[in-house]
């Protein structure tokens, strides 16, 4: 059967070995004559697969005990709007590091429940340094996006808020790498880029945050509710649920945990932008090396012309979604964890073999 290797920033690559599992379970899964599309949400065998996943996560994330970790719908933007929803029902003051795309769309959204002010605003090839951030220590929270997925570029440590809870949108970086949760009042994932596929979002947050929702917080986007009822106040998603369950066993099973698979990515990672770095200036990347995603990586060509080419000469080769986000232009190679090392080697092969056919 023909697969490409797919880089698209999401919904992106799932394992091989992931999506055969699901074709089995398709028809019936766990031994219940039951296919995972239509198993319920309230059987024991979900409830059982449910509670174990939870547990993983815990001991794979080292999530400390006063965490309460929920499985929401909405999508990652969906939390843009529930986050001040959820937090700011005493306080409405919120600081918001707007690093790219995603951390000044969450301001943006967040601009209508709470009082958003901007710490700092990035360029577009570096994050200003913390020195000369405004923070408010009143603030209910400091809001930040680790990885920004559209612009390619990575916080390399975990911003100093002092006793502001710290809230995180790890959408597009959640399990590539070890993080310290005691670090953090919430952090999110929407699960289309390494949890999985689209429909669910992992939600952690720490407990003294629960009960500081806003009136207009809808019932089922409310965390307290959500977590007294453990994510089941109605039917959840049940398929990207049993999907981020199975990325996390293949994350344990095929990955021999965080540590290691993060040892590949940043391999995996290093071995591309050398090969842009090395072209001679026909592939750039103008991020500042300490800021520059481990993740996605945006490059452009020389022309609109050769970028166009390239595009379709990769199709042809068997790497397939490398254009860059429609606000950026550009060529983007996302790496996330499912993206084995024959295709970064495949791609750079490529690119090598593009660029010297091309540059005159
Ligand atoms: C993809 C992405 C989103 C958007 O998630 P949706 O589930 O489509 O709303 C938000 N934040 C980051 C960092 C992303 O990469």
Same mark, same amino acid.
């Given at each position: 059967?023909?697969?490409?290797? #797919?880089? /698209?920033?999401?919904?992106?690559?799932?394992?091989?070995?992931?999506?055969?599992?699901?074709?089995?379970?398709?028809?019936?899964?766990?031994?219940?004559?039951?296919?995972?599309?239509?198993?319920?949400?309230?059987?024991?065998?979900?409830?059982?697969?449910?509670?174990?996943?939870?547990?993983?996560?815990?001991?794979?994330?080292?999530?400390?005990?006063?965490?309460?970790?929920?499985?929401?719908?909405?999508?990652?933007?969906?939390?843009?709007?529930?986050?001040?929803?959820?937090?700011?029902?005493?306080?409405?003051?919120?600081?918001?590091?707007?690093?790219?795309?995603?951390?000044?769309? /969450?301001?943006?959204?967040?601009?209508?429940?709470?009082?958003?002010?901007?710490?700092?605003? /990035?360029?577009?090839?570096?994050?200003?340094?913390?020195?000369?951030?405004?923070?408010?220590?009143d603030a209910a929270y400091v809001y930040y996006c680790p990885n920004e997925t559209i612009n390619g570029v990575q916080f390399a440590d975990i911003p100093e808020v002092g006793d502001v809870p710290l809230v995180a949108d790890f959408t597009s970086s959640i399990l590539s790498d070890e993080i310290d949760v005691s670090k953090f009042g919430l952090i999110f994932a929407s699960a289309q880029k390494n949890l999985g596929i689209a429909g669910i979002t992992l939600l952690i947050i720490r407990d003294d945050l629960l009960d500081q929702a806003q009136a207009c917080t809808p019932e089922i986007f409310n965390y307290k509710l959500q977590a007294e009822q453990n994510s089941l106040l109605n039917t959840i998603p049940t398929v990207p649920t049993y999907m981020m369950?199975?990325?996390?066993?293949?994350?344990? #099973?095929?990955?021999?945990?965080?540590?290691?698979?993060?040892?590949?990515?940043?391999?995996?990672?290093?071995?591309?932008?050398?090969?842009?770095?090395?072209?001679?200036?026909?592939?750039?990347?103008?991020?500042?090396?300490?800021?520059?995603?481990?993740?996605?990586?945006?490059?452009?060509?020389?022309?609109?012309?050769?970028?166009?080419?390239?595009?379709?000469?990769?199709?042809?080769?068997?790497?397939?979604?490398?254009?860059?986000?429609?606000?950026?232009?550009?060529?983007?190679?996302?790496?996330?964890?499912?993206?084995?090392?024959?295709?970064?080697?495949?791609?750079?092969?490529?690119?090598?073999?593009?660029?010297?056919?091309?540059?005159?």
């Open positions: 059967m023909f697969r490409v290797y #797919n880089f /698209a920033a999401g919904p992106a690559m799932l394992p091989e070995s992931v999506l055969r599992k699901v074709q089995q379970d398709l028809l019936s899964w766990q031994d219940t004559g039951t296919s995972i599309m239509e198993i319920g949400h309230r059987t024991a065998t979900f409830q059982d697969m449910l509670a174990k996943l939870e547990s993983k996560l815990r001991k794979l994330m080292n999530i400390p005990n006063n965490y309460k970790v929920l499985f929401s719908s909405g999508g990652g933007q969906g939390h843009f709007s529930f986050i001040p929803m959820n937090l700011c029902g005493k306080n409405k003051a919120v600081d918001y590091i707007v690093s790219g795309t995603w951390s000044e769309r /969450a301001a943006k959204y967040a601009a209508r429940y709470a009082d958003v002010s901007i710490v700092t605003t /990035a360029t577009l090839s570096s994050i200003p340094a913390p020195a000369t951030w405004k923070l408010n220590p369950d199975l990325m996390v066993d293949w994350i344990i #099973n095929e990955q021999g945990g965080i540590v290691n698979l993060a040892q590949n990515n940043r391999r995996k990672v290093a071995k591309l932008y050398a090969c842009i770095d090395n072209s001679n200036g026909f592939y750039t990347n103008t991020i500042e090396k300490q800021y520059r995603s481990l993740i996605n990586v945006p490059f452009t060509l020389p022309t609109e012309d050769l970028l166009k080419h390239f595009l379709v000469e990769a199709r042809q080769f068997g790497l397939a979604y490398l254009n860059g986000h429609k606000l950026v232009g550009g060529a983007r190679a996302s790496l996330y964890n499912a993206m084995p090392e024959e295709g970064v080697d495949k791609l750079i092969e490529f690119m090598q073999h593009f660029a010297k056919k091309y540059a005159e």
